[in-house]
């Protein structure tokens, strides 16, 4: 039986693979890098929308939903920093994200992440 720790929540260091399609059903558009890593939850203004959509997943889960590029950033907040750049486009890109690892931040990781954040400003993307 699955533990406490394999569940996405507050400080876990999370990693995920991104895949990224012009329908739901087919993956068909490259991104680079296909994976991110991040601390889930640290924002000082609560879960950004991504967030939400993986809380309280585990290993192996997946979320799926479209959104236009151009909003990537009001969708992952902070985090656009951590995901593959889209493709230029207006039209909406479908998105997989599957969880492939959880595990708990340790301290370093957690300040090094906020350093990171407050340095660049939590809704930031650009240059990333």
Do not use: Q, W
Not at 67 to 92: F, M, N, Q, Y
Request: with cysteine; aromatic share 4%.
């Amino acid at each position: 039986m699955p533990s406490a720790e394999d569940i996405v929540e507050g400080l876990r260091k999370i990693s995920v693979t991104v895949e990224a399609g012009t329908t739901a059903e087919r993956m068909d558009l490259e991104i680079r890098p296909g994976s991110a890593e991040f601390i889930f939850g640290i924002a000082t203004e609560g879960l950004t929308p991504l967030e939400a959509r993986l809380a309280g997943k585990r290993v192996g889960e997946t979320v799926a939903f479209s959104l236009e590029p151009r909003r990537i950033s009001t969708v992952a907040g902070h985090l656009c920093r951590h995901l593959p750049k889209l493709p230029d486009k207006e039209e909406p890109v479908f998105l997989r994200i599957r969880i492939e690892d959880i595990r708990p931040a340790d301290n370093r990781e957690v300040v090094r992440a906020m350093a990171e954040m407050s340095a660049c400003g939590e809704g930031c993307c650009g240059g990333h």
